[in-house]
């Protein structure tokens, strides 16, 4: 899937720090571009604690809704591989709409990856932490109802940004997100004490049909967490296929040479290497799990009911 144009490209001239546009249907006040620093790492350095990653700086865009007085409430939005796209910037309307803000950092521009599969699923993960901590320092942004939703390969660092263990080797001193909401999640990595999380509430959807990212790992992660009485809840959609929200997409997209590790198990093992369960190895792009032939399309009755649980979700956790 192409990369959406952002609005932040729009307000990038000289950095600017703060971009006053009109909104109007999405009852956003303003609008802050926001930069900041960030560094990129790889799965290994990011499970071993490694802090040492390369620096970047990157922006994101903050749309602050129209409120009667005080803080308001902030939701983090990370986008999928295929960048900020039309249904990444519908979500931001959705949640300003409940006078909630919306904070969308840009995770690839500021790196300049144009192929999003050449950066580390887990390194937007960094970005999500930064971005809470710019968010619970900002004058009008309540610190204690930060969420976080994440979409595709961005609901990688909206899943796992709620772990005990990373939040507290990368997550900012005495913040954590109050929220998270996950899309068509990846689930196929098991991390040690992954089922250990801050104890915020969690929401998944996921479409039965989705051959990019298979539901079947995330009903396992799923039981893992409510065994540890977690409040998490998997939404299943019978029929929809990966990016179910993707309005554009009025026909399917099959992209046949795509990869995917639908049908792979990953496990951390020693020194934050990832095996291959099926074969004890490190894992490796040409496993026999991995396939090809990935499905892309929107089902408007997936899309419709997420939406609905979605809104009700923040609108009662964030409250």
């Given at each position: 899937?192409?990369r959406g ?6 307000c990038?001239v000289?950095m600017?720090l ?9 009852r956003?006040q ?12 790889a799965?290994?350095?990011f499970?071993t ?6 620096p970047?700086?990157?922006a994101?865009?903050l ?9 308001v409430?902030?939701?983090?939005l990370?986008?999928?591989a ?5 249904s ?10 409940l006078?909630?803000a919306?904070?969308?950092?840009d995770?690839?521009?500021?790196r300049s990856?144009?192929?999003?599969s050449?950066?580390?699923?887990l390194?937007?993960?960094m ?8 968010l ?6 309540d610190?204690?109802?930060i969420?976080?939703m994440g979409?595709?390969?961005g ?6 940004s ?5 939040r507290?080797m990368?997550?900012p ?5 109050a ?5 068509f999640?990846?689930c196929?990595?098991?991390y040690r004490?992954d089922?250990?999380?801050t104890?915020?509430?969690i929401?998944?959807f ?10 079947e790992p995330?009903r396992?992660?799923?039981t893992?967490?409510k065994a540890n ?6 939404t ?8 179910f929200d993707a309005f554009?997409?009025?026909t399917p997209?099959?992209?046949a040479?795509?990869m995917?590790t639908r ?6 093992g020693?020194?934050?290497?990832l095996?291959n ?26 899309a ?8 009700a979700f ?6």
């Amino acid at each position: 899937m192409g990369r959406g144009i952002s609005k932040i490209s729009k307000c990038a001239v000289a950095m600017a720090l703060v971009c006053m546009v009109a909104m109007g249907t999405a009852r956003a006040q303003s609008v802050e571009l926001i930069p900041f620093e960030t560094v990129t790492v790889a799965t290994q350095q990011f499970l071993t604690g490694g802090k040492d990653g390369k620096p970047v700086t990157i922006a994101g865009e903050l749309r602050i809704p129209k409120s009667g007085s005080g803080k308001v409430a902030a939701v983090v939005l990370m986008e999928g591989a295929g960048g900020i796209t039309a249904s990444l910037e519908k979500w931001a309307e959705t949640i300003n709409r409940l006078a909630i803000a919306s904070f969308v950092p840009d995770s690839y521009t500021g790196r300049s990856v144009t192929d999003t599969s050449k950066l580390d699923i887990l390194a937007p993960m960094m970005d999500a932490y930064r971005a809470l901590g710019i968010l619970a320092a900002h004058p009008h942004i309540d610190p204690r109802r930060i969420a976080v939703m994440g979409i595709s390969k961005g609901s990688m660092a909206a899943l796992y940004s709620s772990n005990a263990r990373f939040r507290d080797m990368y997550g900012p001193p005495g913040i954590e997100f109050a929220a998270h909401v996950a899309l068509f999640a990846p689930c196929v990595r098991t991390y040690r004490d992954d089922g250990k999380v801050t104890g915020k509430p969690i929401r998944m959807f996921h479409g039965i049909a989705d051959d990019v990212f298979s539901i079947e790992p995330c009903r396992e992660y799923v039981t893992r967490l409510k065994a540890n009485g977690v409040d998490v809840q998997l939404t299943e959609f019978p029929d929809a296929y990966h990016s179910f929200d993707a309005f554009v997409l009025t026909t399917p997209l099959i992209s046949a040479q795509a990869m995917s590790t639908r049908n792979c198990r990953l496990d951390e093992g020693d020194n934050g290497q990832l095996l291959n369960r099926a074969t004890g190895k490190p894992f490796a792009p040409a496993d026999a799990c991995v396939e090809r032939g990935n499905t892309y399309a929107y089902n408007e009755a997936a899309a419709t009911a997420t939406t609905a649980t979605v809104k009700a979700f923040l609108a009662d956790v964030l409250k």
